[in-house]
Every structure is written in structure tokens, then in C-alpha cells.
């Protein structure tokens, strides 16, 4: 079993930045890849980053590529998202889930989420 709770979301204007965390509990955190995703007003939840257990690997959302960065650590049992250049369609609710299958972009693979943080991003 693993729990995660997500934290570090808010209000930010365009052009700006915003570090999220996502802290697990259980022994097991290390054996998962860490995926985050996000999910607008009327939108399908979306992938944006996924990290592989030992942060060797990282893959993103093209729409994301060169501002946004994930990474973890282990033995605080946390993943990070950090968002520079933050943009108006950025504004959504991000998740933080584990990964149990194989397929980093799909919400199917995974199987434990978070409760959802909320990111605005005023134009």
C-alpha cells in the first residue's frame, strides 16, 4: 500500500513558477515509478511527467518539455514537480499517482493516487 498526498499548489501569474511535492507513506515507495498528471474543468485527466524508480529516466508531456521538471527522492519518500514558465493552460488539478504497469502516459497503469492539488495560472 502506498498514500500520497500532494501539496504545494496556488495561485501564480504567468511567467511564474511553482514546486509541487508529493510525500508517500509505505515501505514500498521506492519499487514505484511516479507519474504526475492533471485534470482541467471539463478535460480528461492528462499525463505530464512520470519519473522511473530510481530517477534514472524521466518523460514528459511535449507540452511541458523545457519547463517543467520531475524528480524524487527516495529517502524523504517524495516526487517533485517543478513548473517554470507557468501558462494560462497550465491551470488545472495535478495528481500524483505510482505506477504499477509499464506504460508511464497511461492513468491505467497506475495504482494509487493522490487527492489532487490545485494550480491557477492567471493570464
Known amino acids: 500500500q502506498v498514500q500520497l498526498v500532494e501539496s504545494g499548489g496556488g495561485v501564480v501569474q504567468a511567467g511564474g513558477s511553482l514546486r509541487l511535492s508529493c510525500a508517500a507513506s509505505g515501505r514500498t515507495f521506492s519499487n514505484y515509478g511516479m507519474g504526475w498528471f492533471r485534470q482541467a474543468p471539463g478535460k480528461e485527466r492528462e499525463f505530464v511527467a512520470a519519473?522511473?524508480?530510481?530517477?534514472?529516466?524521466?518523460y514528459y508531456v511535449d507540452s511541458v518539455k523545457g519547463r517543467f521538471t520531475i524528480s524524487r527522492d527516495n529517502a524523504k519518500k517524495t516526487v517533485y514537480l517543478q513548473m517554470n514558465s507557468l501558462k494560462h493552460e497550465d491551470t488545472a488539478v495535478y495528481y500524483c499517482a505510482a505506477l504499477r504497469g509499464s506504460s508511464a502516459m497511461d492513468p491505467h497503469d497506475y495504482d494509487y493516487w493522490g487527492q489532487g492539488t490545485q494550480v491557477t495560472v492567471s493570464s
Open positions: 519519473i522511473s524508480w530510481n530517477g534514472g529516466r524521466t
